[in-house]
């Protein structure tokens, strides 16, 4: 069964961090991209972030350049996203989700996890 956990959410008050876990299973790790998405009440669900366990490629949206940083610990079947500098326009629901290609596009990704909040205050 694949399963994507997402973990690492939580209150911090704006110029903070976060770091997320992302805990995958069920699928052979290293051949997929694991990407980032955040969604906000009432907004799409958008692309954050993303990285191919096969070849260490990344992918940043422009809102977080700078900011944001995804590792992958293939170890452990676990990818990050550090979340530092945050701003109160960062709060969201923030899933991770698995698929084959390198994108911000929701729809190609084939599994997601049930998402974390995140909330950042001004």
């Known amino acids: 069964e694949v399963q994507l956990v997402e973990s690492g959410g939580g209150l911090v008050q704006a110029g903070g961090s976060l770091r997320l876990s992302c805990a995958a299973s069920?699928?052979?790790?290293?051949?997929?991209?694991i990407g980032w998405f955040r969604q906000a009440p009432g907004k799409e669900r958008e692309g954050v972030s993303c990285?191919?366990?096969?070849?260490?490629?990344?992918y940043y949206a422009d809102s977080v350049k700078g900011r944001f940083t995804i590792s992958s610990d293939n170890a452990k079947n676990t990818v990050y996203l550090q979340m530092n500098s945050l701003k109160p326009e960062d709060t969201a629901v923030y899933y991770c989700?698995?698929?084959?290609?390198?994108?911000?596009?929701?729809?190609?990704?084939?599994?997601w996890g049930q998402g974390t909040q995140v909330t950042v205050s001004s």
């Open positions: 069920g699928f052979t790790f290293d051949d997929y991209v």
């Open positions: 989700a698995a698929g084959w290609y390198l994108s911000r596009d929701p729809i190609k990704y084939d599994y």
């Open positions: 990285i191919s366990n096969s070849d260490g490629s990344t």
